[in-house]
């Protein structure tokens, strides 16, 4: 969560624009049969201020992922989605004296990635154990 606040001073101008949004994401990794791996990543933006004066309308994107590992978890094959709803737009409005402003805008969100990884190098690090003996220092 945060609060946005932007006071313009143009020549003859002076405005402040002020606003509470927030930004949410969640993700989530589910162990399929077979050595799969499902991953589900999801991000939330609420309405926010732009620029100046625009505002952002709200906006938001799911992705999914499949991978699975061979070779002693060492090559990953991983094939993804991102934003599978097509639902990361950034589409805006704003006011500023006599002027309404309003844009459309989607880029080219949903891509499809395939990923080959190999982790070279395999460092195990051991346990340590300590005990703090703060009740015999005090």
Not at 8 to 21: A, I, M, Q, V
Not at 61 to 68: F, N, Q, T, V
Not at 77 to 92: A, E, K, Q, V, Y
Not at 114 to 126: P, V
Request: charged share 25%; hydrophobic share 35%.
């Amino acid at each position: 969560l945060y609060y946005f606040v932007n006071k313009l001073d143009y020549e003859t101008y002076k405005e402040e624009y002020k606003r509470p949004s927030c930004l949410m994401s969640v993700s989530n990794s589910i162990l399929l049969p077979l050595g799969l791996n499902l991953e589900l990543s999801g991000r939330y933006n609420s309405k926010r201020q732009g620029g100046s004066y625009e505002v952002i309308k709200p906006n938001g994107s799911l992705d999914i992922g499949l991978s699975r590992m061979w070779a002693d978890d060492r090559l990953r094959l991983s094939l993804l989605m991102t934003d599978i709803f097509h639902t990361d737009r950034w589409d805006n409005y704003g006011h500023k004296g006599a002027l309404d402003l309003t844009t459309w805008f989607g880029s080219e969100s949903r891509k499809v990635i395939l990923r080959l990884s190999y982790s070279l190098g395999k460092q195990k690090f051991n346990k340590v154990e300590s005990s703090l003996g703060e009740l015999d220092r005090l």
